[in-house]
Structure formats: structure tokens, C-alpha cells
């Protein structure tokens, strides 16, 4: 068996953990095993999946400049005692540079990932660029979710080389097909049978741009009172927009779902799916919205790898916040449905992503006890 150790900063219900658990659910897992390394113990929440799967879950010290030390010792002590890993995937990038250097005097296949387009603004932002650069001299391999996502983090020169590959955050798309009798319960459910439903998921962090969001939203509930926003996820600024939406008088119009297991139910309850991010490496949940036949209306900043169908349009953030409205309540009576059969096609499949991810790892075990050269 092979075990391949994911480095991730937690289990929560992110874009990237969903993607790692989705191949880890269809992956072959008496051949290739997932063990992970996190840095934040208290966000667990695929903790007992991984561990029902077989996986294992190390937790490591969360790096800062102070700890520097204390986070090379971590890594070095693990690697001694754990010689039973002969790959590593990192996903987390600010660090990567670091950890992969060191699992590499320990013999692993180095993996980087590439999630998302940008560090962030100030300071900290600065930091991690300044960390994550060397990346593409270290890593042996390169995974990107995005052709943009590729460049951002690894450089034009390094995404043409033969060991980097656009790697698609694939979906369980049975899932997510659209379903009426689902969407009639859910509505049900969450009390929104005559209301016009739209949604987003996604965490409460500044790139997913939620201000925006629920300055857009004032302006379709006040033209359009059955307007309801569901937002899905957790986040360290949910405690500032809970404020704005009470600020707003929204508060019995606006619904928090918090952590959600039944997202693919949740997409099939909405009426239009609004994604106004920063910045984003692909926009997975686009992705599912389009393969549940929801209309989806996203930033300009969401990369050209989304656009799968005629579902999904885009509008400038820097636009007038009027068109945007605008173009939500056109949505407020489509009643015609279905989940578009060129998605089925586009290679966001996770069986065959499965199959795709277990051949990579099996050709670098396979170099790596021939003692062969990775192809550059």
C-alpha cells in the first residue's frame, strides 16, 4: 500500500478539503492511503470520516517566524519517526517551501498544490509570497486547480514543464443532478416554499467578499421582499456580517446554515447561486451549483476553468452594484431546471479524477524505486 501524507491546515469543510475528501472517498484505498498533517486542531470536521477510511491525522505546530525552530524540529522529528511516506502533496503554500525542503532530505517525492490565485493583501500577504516562491525550485511535482492558479504560484516557466498538470477539483456529480422532489423537501424544510432563494457557500473570510454580498442583497430585498439570502459556511468574520444584516434589518431574511454535510440538497433548494469573490482558484462550488442546473452569476475574478456551461455569467465587481441586482431578479420566476449534460462530460468527474490521481502517485513510487530522474 501506498500511504501518501496530504498536508492541509485543517479538516474543516473548505474547497480544498472537500476536494482531497472526495478523491479519498473514491480512490482505491487497498492500494493508496491518505494520512494527513494539519495545524489546527480545534477545525475536525472530517476528523472522523478520515479516521473510519483509515486515515491517519498528525497534528504539527502552525508556523510563525517566531516558532521557526520549533516548526523545522516538528517536521524533522516527524519525518524520523514516519519513514513509511515516500510521497508528500502539500496544499498549504505559505509554508510549503519549508516542509517540502525537508521532507525531500528525507527521501519523499515532493507534491505542491495550487488552490487559489492570491496571498491576500498587506502584510501578511507580503510574507507569504516572499515564503511560497521558492516552491517551484523545490517541489518535484505541480498540481494546480487552474492554469491561473498555476502561474500565480509557480511561474509561467515551471506550468510548461512535464511535471506540472491542471488537476480539476472533480465532484461526486450524481450528487449534485438536479432533483425536484430534493428541492420541493428542502424547501420545506427550511421553510422558503414561496420565497426567492439565493445562495452562496463558502467560508466567512474576506476573499469570498460577503459584504458585497449582503450590500447587494439589501438592494434585491428591498425591489423584492420574498428575496431570502442562505449563506452555508463558518468563518472568523461571520460575527461582522451576522452585524451587518441586523444593522440592515435583514435579520429575518438572511439565513446562516453554518457547517453543512447536505450542500448538494442546499444548491438544489436555491433559486440563483451568487459568488462575488476577491479571488479564487477555481470556484469549486460553481461547479456543483452548475451541475445541480442552478444559475450562477460570479466575479470576474473566478478563472475561465468554471465556465462550463451557459449557466454561469459574470459581472465585474468593479460594475455598478445596480447591474447586479438587476441581473439576480431576472432569475426571481425561471422555473425550467435540469443539470446540462455538457457538465456530465467536463471532466470534473471525481471517478475518473480518482483513477487520474492514483496513476500520478503510482508513476512516482515507480521513479522512485527505479532510481529514476522525474521528468523535468
Known sequence: M????????????????????NLYRNIDRSKIQFDFVIDRA????????????????????????????IFNNAWKNFFEK???????????????????????????VTIAHSHSTSSGMGFSAIVKNMLQYRIRYIADYFLACSEEA??????????????????????????????????TMKRKELNLEDKFVIGHVGRFVKPKNHKFLIDVFKKVHDKEPSAVLLLIGEGELKPQIEKKVINLGLHDSVLFTGVRSDIPELL?????????SLYEGLGIVTIEA?????????????????????????????????????????????????????????GFDIEEKAHEIESLYNEIVQTHQNGEKLIQ
Not at 469543510?13 to 472537500?18: F, V
Not at 480545534?42 to 525552530?69: H, M, Q, T
Not at 496544499?91 to 516542509?99: D, F, L
Not at 438544489?268 to 462575488?276: G, H, L, N, S, Y
Request: positive net charge.
Open 290 to 346: 452548475q451541475t445541480s442546473g442552478l444559475p450562477c452569476i460570479v466575479a470576474d475574478t473566478i478563472p475561465k476553468e468554471a465556465f462550463i456551461t451557459e449557466l454561469i455569467q459574470k459581472i465585474p465587481l468593479k460594475e455598478d452594484k445596480k447591474l447586479w441586482v438587476e441581473e439576480i431578479l431576472k432569475f426571481k420566476d425561471a422555473n425550467n431546471r435540469e443539470t446540462p449534460k455538457e457538465i456530465m462530460v467536463s
Open 150 to 183: 498555476g502561474v500565480w504560484l509557480f511561474g509561467k516557466k515551471t506550468c510548461k514543464k512535464k511535471n506540472f498538470y491542471i488537476f480539476n477539483n472533480a465532484i461526486d456529480m450524481k450528487k449534485y443532478i438536479y432533483n425536484k422532489e430534493i428541492r
Open 268 to 276: 438544489q433548494a436555491m433559486d440563483i447561486f451568487v459568488f462575488p
Open 2 to 21: 501506498i500511504r501518501v501524507l496530504q498536508v492541509i491546515g485543517s479538516l474543516n469543510n473548505g474547497g480544498s478539503q472537500a476536494m482531497i475528501m
Open 82 to 108: 514516519h519513514p513509511e511516506y515516500k510521497i508528500i502533496h502539500g496544499h498549504v503554500r505559505s509554508t510549503a517551501s519549508i516542509y517540502l525542503k525537508t521532507a525531500k532530505k528525507y527521501g519523499l
Open 42 to 69: 480545534d477545525e475536525l470536521f472530517f476528523a472522523d470520516e478520515i479516521r473510519n477510511l483509515g486515515g491517519k491525522i498528525y497534528i504539527l505546530p502552525k508556523f510563525n517566524f517566531r516558532n521557526s525552530f
